[in-house]
C-alpha cells in the first residue's frame, strides 16, 4: 500500500518512455518517423507516376498523313548513354548496400555504446560512420555519373527543349536527383550527430529512416531506367 518504486528507464531495445522524462519510447518515435517516410514515398512515386502518364500520352501524339494514310509519330530517339547509366545503376545499388550496413550497426550501436561506460567494459567503436561515409561517397559518385550522363547527352545535340524525349529524361533523371541529393544532405546529419545516448538513439532512427529511403530511391531509379529504354 505503500508508494510505488519510480519506473526504470528504457532503452533503445524498449518500448516504453526513453529517459523517463516524459518523452515517447524509441520504437514510438522509430514508427511515427517510418510513418512519415511512407508518406513522403507515396507523395514521390505519385509525381513519377504522373511524369509517366504524361509521357505516353505525348509519346503517342502525332500527326495523321493524309497522303499515305498512316499516323506519323513526332517522337525522336534520343542517343542515351546506357552503359554509363547502368554503371551508375550498380554505384547506387552498392550505395544502398553501404547504407543498409551502416543501418543495421547504429542499432547495434545504441544498444551497446552506452554499456562502455561502465568501469571495467571496453569502449564500443562506432563503425556505423565508417559505412555512412563510404555510401556518402558512393551516393555523390552517382550524382556525379548523372552529370556525365546530362553532359554526354547535352554534347550529343540533345538539350532540355530540343526534343520531347530529351525533356522527358532531364525531367525523370534530374527531378530523382534532386531527391537523391536530399538524402545524402540527411547522411551529412547522421554521420555528425555523434554523442551521448541520445545522440546516438537519434542517429539510429535517423539511419534507419534514411535507409529505407535510399532503397526506395534506388527502386524508383531502376523504375526511371525501364521508362527511358521504352522511351526509344
Same mark, same amino acid.
Given at each position: 500500500g505503500g508508494p510505488r518504486p519510480p519506473r526504470a528507464s528504457v532503452g533503445v531495445g524498449g518500448a516504453g518512455r526513453g529517459d523517463g522524462d516524459g518523452l515517447p519510447g524509441f520504437h514510438q518515435r522509430l514508427q511515427r518517423y517510418r510513418l512519415g517516410l511512407v508518406l513522403a514515398a507515396a507523395s *514521390? !512515386?505519385? +509525381? @513519377?507516376?504522373? @511524369?509517366?502518364?504524361? @509521357?505516353? &500520352?505525348?509519346?503517342? &501524339?502525332?500527326? @495523321?498523313? $493524309?497522303t499515305t494514310g498512316a499516323f506519323q509519330s513526332d517522337w525522336p530517339a534520343v542517343p542515351l548513354p546506357m552503359e554509363l547509366l547502368l554503371i551508375n545503376t550498380g554505384v547506387l545499388i552498392s550505395s544502398s548496400l553501404l547504407l543498409?550496413? !551502416?543501418?543495421? !550497426? &547504429?542499432?547495434?550501436?545504441?544498444? +551497446? *555504446? $552506452?554499456?562502455g561506460q561502465i568501469p571495467g567494459i571496453r569502449p564500443i567503436p562506432q563503425r556505423s560512420q565508417w559505412w555512412v561515409s563510404a555510401a556518402f561517397v558512393s551516393g555523390s559518385g552517382f550524382l556525379f555519373g548523372q552529370y556525365r550522363a546530362w553532359r554526354h547527352l547535352h554534347l550529343s545535340g540533345v538539350s532540355v527543349a530540343s526534343t520531347p524525349a530529351g525533356t522527358f529524361f532531364y525531367l525523370l533523371t534530374g527531378v530523382h536527383a534532386l531527391h537523391l541529393a536530399a538524402g545524402l544532405v540527411i547522411l551529412l546529419y547522421a554521420t555528425f550527430a555523434s554523442g551521448p545516448r541520445r545522440s546516438l538513439e537519434r542517429r539510429c532512427i535517423t539511419l534507419d529512416v534514411t535507409a529505407w529511403y535510399w532503397h526506395f530511391m534506388a527502386v524508383m531509379w531502376v523504375y526511371v531506367l525501364v521508362v527511358l529504354t521504352f522511351m526509344n
Open positions: *514521390i !512515386a505519385m +509525381l @513519377f507516376l504522373s @511524369f509517366t502518364t504524361l @509521357f505516353v &500520352a505525348r509519346r503517342q &501524339a502525332g500527326k @495523321f498523313d $493524309p543498409e550496413t !551502416a543501418r543495421r !550497426a &547504429a542499432r547495434m550501436e545504441s544498444i +551497446l *555504446i $552506452p554499456m
